[in-house]
């Protein structure tokens, strides 16, 4: 079971930059990795992802905007988020599953994968 451990949250001002990584315990390559966020009084919403063949998806919302990466499917994998927006706000969690499972197929489904980290807060003011 992979364990997964966020970081570089902080609050920032709209237009800015943050970097979010997220520490993984083993070996990735049997997993789909990726992000997804919670508002208050909001559900989950994926944000990116890298799919079983290692190409990154994205939200609509972050297309452009937001890049994940990881290096050679180990060690960290990494959120760039610029030009940040004031919607962005909320609780950012690194999620994972089984290569294989429904939740890999695409990036709306990953929240609802069996792995998680325990989050970051990115608040963005106006």
């Known amino acids: 079971q992979v364990r997964l451990v966020e970081s570089g949250g902080s609050s920032v001002e709209s237009g800015g930059s943050l970097s979010l990584s997220c520490a993984t315990s083993?070996?990735?390559?049997?997993?789909?990795m990726g992000w997804y966020r919670q508002a208050p009084g909001k559900g989950r919403e994926g944000v990116a992802m890298?799919?079983?063949?290692?190409?990154?998806q994205y939200a609509e919302s972050v297309k452009g905007r937001f890049t994940i990466s990881q290096n050679n499917r180990i060690g960290p994998v990494n959120l760039q988020m610029n030009n940040l927006k004031p919607e962005d706000t909320g609780m950012y969690y690194c999620?994972?599953?089984?290569?294989?499972?429904?939740?890999?197929?695409?990036?709306?489904?990953?929240?609802?994968?069996?792995?998680r980290g325990q989050g970051t807060q990115v608040t963005v003011s106006p």
């Open positions: 999620a994972a599953e089984v290569r294989g499972r429904a939740e890999c197929t695409g990036v709306i489904f990953l929240p609802y994968g069996r792995y």
């Open positions: 083993d070996h990735t390559s049997r997993y789909c």
């Open positions: 890298i799919d079983v063949n290692g190409v990154p």
